[in-house]
């Protein structure tokens, strides 16, 4: 049996991966403020044109070039595992495979985006970036890339992971990150939020918002914005690791895996591990493919597909996806990374397909999920991670029941060693379940009545 | 160029190299009270009967019981890495691999031992495991094998540890470790300490004997305790890293490496790596292997060769190894496993026969070497390991001087991922250069001079 599967260094993909070539209905475009799609150079004050081109890209293979595969080594080609362990404790047909994102210097997926974001943006002479960050990982992870390829690095993390995870700050200065609580009073956007509401525990939204002004109002012109999840270029970045996961499959003999499971905030490390097999059950394949969200956030479970901004003051575009709007403020929950009132438009267009079958489970059964992971397989998984292991347990649980052998792949994205408060709150008992209420719900379509609606487009055949 | 050399799972070492059946004068024998040495029956209120059968053991290689593998596999075989970012970086001619031990569930090297250690206390029937931490990365490592295993774990962790690093406690608690700050009121070990230094940052030395005297006094009998270096058994256990390495280099046509170095507290992953080179040096191979430890604690590079005892309260035998005292108090540096006024006999002893040959280093060049490994290697090392790192880094100028094209090993003991208070004081300039004081080395002759001189046993010629 195969516990670790490797990969050689030599065998590392080359190519990303954009699924826009494959989709049936790729995703609708971005409206401007005049309800038009917005023009590729108008997103120039925010990114480079180098990743402007690749985010409306849709050639279906696009080189990874040398310089960054050459800092990826560090970590990559990452190990696919078996969870042997849990499959033993759960008494189940089903053989479980994960990929371990864990292991990269940030110890999440969100290198693999970082480190070509940081180097696109190098190319193209800019000489420092913004972003935002939710449990710290994106944060990190553009830290250490800004540190390798020399470009200033400042986060404005939201203030209940700031508060949560005091460490998280330290590891970015660490790489030379300068890091900031979110809202802050260094942008207009936070100020504003603050005077609305002073003990707002923060989100992703307000957060981008005041990234995105310190870039785009920086007068050297050389500042610009880096989002570590929801756009089409981070999905494709991400994609590395879907296609070293069916290289490692195929090395061992195994076929497709009968299904597919990510946790998903803004749907990137989802995304990186399924989209190279949605191609495949694009071309028939039978796979069932699952994003798995909070209940407390429920965005592809229970709010509607709209166009929407990406961030609390209205800067972004409107993107087409799911949303519980914009001015969504989330329950302080401990997986930061899927506090997110909105998800990849890619990752919409597939749910909408129904090539991907997304499904909510509360906080609870995660982290029950993450302790039964640490006194089976041993390692300690990130709060967001948990929400895939909770689905997976199911699974494996379904087909114990149905006697099947399935194979279940899973993606591992983050360990949770800097994330222990979570844990110390669900084990003293502080954490109860929590689902979204539906007045919740009256407020996001109030939100979003403003905007467009998106034309549903579904051809619900591949 | 291999940045990653992998051995597959079928090749991990099925044995334990024990140094003991090759040094040309083994330690000499453990002291009882009356001064003579010690039988291993006395051990046994202590150990369970199978370890100290391995203590004692002369045999040169010991079987790893294949349930013990099975627990290994989790993260062994560990990568050897090429740290080719530091090689460009330094511009030196030196090849620099280091094993990567950072990638346990606990993050060191720590499990390798703790798991034997656990396996073999369940098997002799034991119920509940006491044990003391520095770092923390001890304390983890035996809460997470006593998880795995069935055991309860009881963690006295030095206070200065316990308040730097809040959640290494609540790592060991997702373990279903039970961890409290040393000195403690629980045993009288502890209240003994309190009453004289209310205030005292705790040492390794004083939560050794509150370990060891909570496991003798329990009235059941089916406690031990368990400890994280010094031993013969753990430096035997830990003999994996080095079996791996040289297993790994052999993989890619490298002969053994000219320099061999580890960070050194009580020795356990110095040794583990160097042990099995070791044997290559007595055998004639030209092979600088070098323990470093901090200018704070300069236990091999300052301290005399004595009988001491390896706790505070005197509660061990004695041992024939260098010694700062038994009641040495280290100054609170960061560093926290290599805070330990003793070390293992064995190395000790290869030490005394210029095996091993040690060298002390400042915290400050420690700090920037973790720092610079940062910026190149980009993994965030634990402040331990540094001092390894930094040694490498004086090893790889050297060769750049002299223009030579030395193979240089060291072991990556750990991330420093739980130990970001010590960066932080660092990066924040709170660190000052720190040597002990002639004065202190005062105080360690008068607190050894009540024990018997240990013979110098040197052949000087292997």
């Given at each position: 049996?195969n516990?670790?599967i ?5 065998d ?21 403020p ?63 495979y ?35 960050t ?11 890339a800004c ?34 609580a ?12 603050l ?10 939204g ?18 610009r ?20 996961a ?13 299904i ?21 059950k ?17 965005t ?19 993107l087409?996806m ?22 990849a438009?890619m ?116």
């Amino acid at each position: 049996m195969n516990r670790k599967i490797l990969l050689d260094e030599k065998d590392i993909p080359r190519q990303w991966y954009n699924l826009n070539a494959d989709l049936p209905n790729p995703p609708l475009p971005p409206l401007g403020p005049d309800g038009n799609p917005i023009r590729p150079e108008m997103l120039a004050p925010v990114f480079p044109m180098n990743l402007i081109e690749q985010e409306v890209s849709t050639q279906r293979w696009i080189d990874i070039p040398e310089e960054i595969l050459d800092i990826l080594y560090r970590w990559r080609p990452a190990p696919l595992r078996r969870a042997v362990y849990l499959e033993r404790f759960l008494d189940t047909p089903a053989k479980i495979y994960y990929k371990d994102e864990s292991i990269s210097p940030a110890g999440s997926h969100k290198p693999n985006t970082a480190v070509p974001q940081a180097w696109y943006n190098k190319q193209f002479g800019i000489e420092r970036l913004t972003t935002e960050t939710g449990a710290g990982q994106w944060g990190s992870a553009l830290a250490f890339a800004c540190r390798l390829i020399g470009l200033e690095c400042k986060v404005f993390m939201v203030r209940i992971s700031f508060d949560q995870k005091p460490f998280r700050k330290l590891m970015m200065q660490v790489w030379g990150g300068n890091c900031v609580a979110s809202p802050s009073t260094e942008t207009k956007a936070g100020r504003d939020i603050l005077e609305k509401y002073p003990d707002t525990a923060g989100s992703l939204g307000v957060a981008i918002s005041e990234a995105i002004e310190q870039a785009v109002t920086d007068p050297t012109g050389k500042t610009r914005y880096s989002l570590g999840s929801v756009l089409n270029h981070v999905m494709l970045h991400q994609t590395i690791i879907g296609l070293e996961a069916k290289a490692q499959l195929k090395s061992i003999g195994e076929g497709l895996p009968d299904i597919i499971i990510g946790c998903a905030g803004g749907g990137s490390n989802f995304a990186g591990l399924s989209f190279p097999f949605t191609a495949d059950k694009i071309n028939g394949a039978n796979i069932e493919i699952i994003p798995v969200e909070p209940t407390a956030c429920p965005t592809l479970t229970r709010a509607p597909y709209a166009y929407d901004h990406g961030d609390t003051a209205c800067m972004t575009p409107l993107l087409a996806m799911y949303s519980l709007g914009h001015d969504f403020m989330p329950p302080p929950i401990h997986a930061g990374g899927l506090r997110y009132h909105g998800i990849a438009p890619m990752v919409s267009q597939c749910v909408v397909e129904g090539l991907h079958t997304p499904r909510a489970i509360d906080q609870i059964e995660c982290y029950e999920a993450a302790l039964t992971w640490a006194k089976t397989e041993g390692f300690i998984c990130a709060p967001e991670t948990s929400h895939a292991i909770a689905a997976t347990i199911q699974e494996a649980k379904k087909a114990k029941e149905e006697g099947k052998e399935k194979t279940i792949l899973f993606n591992y994205s983050g360990h949770g060693l800097m994330d222990l408060s979570g844990y110390d709150a669900f084990m003293s008992g502080k954490l109860t379940p929590y689902s979204l209420p539906d007045e919740m719900l009256e407020k996001t379509e109030a939100c979003l009545k403003a905007y467009p609606q998106p034309q549903v487009r579904k051809t619900g055949k591949w």
